[in-house]
């Protein structure tokens, strides 16, 4: 079984569905059962603030949310908020590690921190998530749907959502208009 946890999916041209399309997934998880992931450079129309708003949550420090947009995540759960974040010492109702490094949490109360001294150091916060079946994934990786490069946090939390596939193609070596539509096996 590959190894994908904690690696990026990068779309290649071939992907068309509109969803995926020139998509950067970050994959949280991947055994024998499936994979889950959230697409990291496809923001949507709505603010954290919006989302809060739809949710009858009342957040203290909503000011700081007023300019921050959610993610398209995925196609799936669509309804739900998932929030990737560096650790921090508060520990959450509803947290899970990634790795040494991120958890995601899935309850309110991480929102709840924002702009106080218990917020992540970077977040993110995605509408929907990204999910595969078993060897789905697998599946589409040798139909060439997906390059796979190592994440980096950099490329999580700093690079701008509109530059991220670009940037994690060039860090493979990759040029973005040298890609082709089929690629050929020897």
Same mark, same amino acid.
């Given at each position: ?8 999916? $990068?779309?290649?041209?071939?992907? $068309?569905?509109? $969803? ?13 059962? #499936? ?5 990291? +450079? ?19 420090? &909503?000011?700081?949310?007023?300019? +921050?947009?959610?993610?398209?995540? !995925?196609? &799936?759960?669509?309804?739900? !908020?998932?929030?990737?974040?560096? /650790? ?33 150091? *970077?977040?993110?916060?995605?509408? #929907?998530? &990204?999910?595969?079946? &078993? ?8 139909? +060439? *749907?997906?390059? $796979? ?13 509109? /530059? ?8 493979? !070596? ?9 690629? #050929?096996?020897?």
């Amino acid at each position: 079984m590959m190894e994908l946890k904690n690696k990026y999916l $990068i779309a290649t041209p071939q992907v $068309i569905d509109p $969803i995926f399309q020139q998509s950067v997934i970050y994959i949280c998880d991947h055994t024998e059962q #499936g994979s889950m992931g959230f697409i990291i +450079n496809k923001p949507s129309e709505m603010s954290v603030a919006e989302v809060c708003s739809k949710l009858n949550f009342m957040v203290a420090n &909503a000011r700081f949310f007023n300019k +921050n947009l959610c993610l398209t995540g !995925g196609p &799936a759960h669509r309804e739900r !908020g998932f929030i990737l974040h560096r /650790k921090t010492k508060k520990n959450f109702n509803s947290s899970l590690p990634v790795n040494e490094a991120l958890m995601l949490t899935t309850s309110c109360d991480v929102l709840d921190c924002i702009g106080t001294e218990h917020e992540p150091e *970077d977040y993110l916060i995605a509408l #929907g998530c &990204a999910m595969w079946g &078993a060897e789905q994934l697998e599946n589409e990786i040798r139909q +060439n *749907d997906w390059l $796979i490069a190592d994440a980096s946090l950099d490329l999580l939390f700093k690079v701008p959502f509109a /530059k991220r596939w670009q940037t994690a193609l060039l860090a493979l !070596g990759v040029m973005p208009n040298k890609l082709m539509l089929q690629a #050929g096996e020897c």
